[in-house]
T-cell receptor, first 115, second 111 residues
Framework: DAGVIQSPRHEVTEMGQEVTLRCKPISGHNSLFWYRQTMMRGLELLIYFNNNVPIDDSGMPEDRFSAKMPNASFSTLKIQPSEPRDSAVYFC?????????????FGEGSRLTVL | AQRVTQPEKLLSVFKGAPVELKCNYSYSGSPELFWYVQYSRQRLQLLLR??SRESIKGFTADLNKGETSFHLKKPFAQEEDSAMYYC?????????????FGTGTKLQVIP
């Protein structure tokens, strides 16, 4: 397994544009997490899914952010419209999601720069 | 609500010196605690977790429920330990595994 796969690795866009980040979790994992990493706030949990269902989206900053998981092997995080303060590294992670709290496996991240 | 606090953004130590990265948590139930590490140009990865009681790469961490802490320690720092370290918390029960991270501490080991 190639691990968690995220795309794009880097995205530079202008304020007001729509941004879509993609994630393919590890096969067989039931939980998927989206995190945002910044120097000031560290790793912030934005939303997480269990069996493709959003469980907690309280970390989503505002209505400009939305996330979907249409099936067990794909998730998207969309920002529309984007703003300079959204510039950060966005990580996707997956875990087995069963039994005791398990290890999170992270993707390489998508570095977003909004000009 | 669950919260993880790492008071130090940067910790610089000399090679061979002891290291202690601080982590305090707030959670009303029983937590599972983790330490994750991000080396330069590598993915964020699990270093160790409380329930395993393991020592990984010479690092250990003890859960102190009275002080609600899970500090990461190593007796002798190595240059290859330089990295970003994150403490994380997940509920031990409840079915869903919401994992909350602290703001991270950058460890810099000076040769």
């Amino acid at each position: 397994d190639a691990g968690v796969i995220q795309s794009p690795r880097h995205e530079v866009t202008e304020m007001g544009q729509e941004v879509t980040l993609r994630c393919k979790p590890i096969s067989g994992h039931n939980s998927l997490f989206w995190y945002r990493q910044t120097m000031m706030r560290g790793l912030e949990l934005l939303i997480y899914f269990n069996n493709n269902v959003p469980i907690d989206d309280s970390g989503m900053p505002e209505d400009r952010f939305s996330a979907k998981m249409p099936n067990a092997s794909f998730s998207t995080l969309k920002i529309q419209p984007s703003e300079p303060r959204d510039s950060a590294v966005y990580f996707c992670a997956s875990s087995l999601g069963k039994g005791l709290p398990g290890e999170l496996f992270f993707g390489e991240g998508s570095r977003l720069t909004v000009l | 609500a669950q919260r993880v606090t790492q008071p130090e953004k940067l910790l610089s130590v000399f090679k061979g010196a002891p290291v202690e990265l601080k982590c305090n948590y707030s959670y009303s139930g029983s937590p599972e605690l983790f330490w994750y590490v991000q080396y330069s140009r590598q993915r964020l990865q699990l270093l160790l977790r409380h329930i395993s009681r393991e020592s990984i790469k010479g690092f250990t961490a003890d859960l102190n429920k009275g002080e609600t802490s899970f500090h990461l320690k190593k007796p002798f720092a190595q240059e290859e330990d330089s990295a970003m370290y994150y403490c994380a918390l997940s509920p031990l029960s409840g079915g869903y595994q919401k994992v909350t991270f602290g703001t991270g501490t950058k460890l810099q080991v000076i040769p």
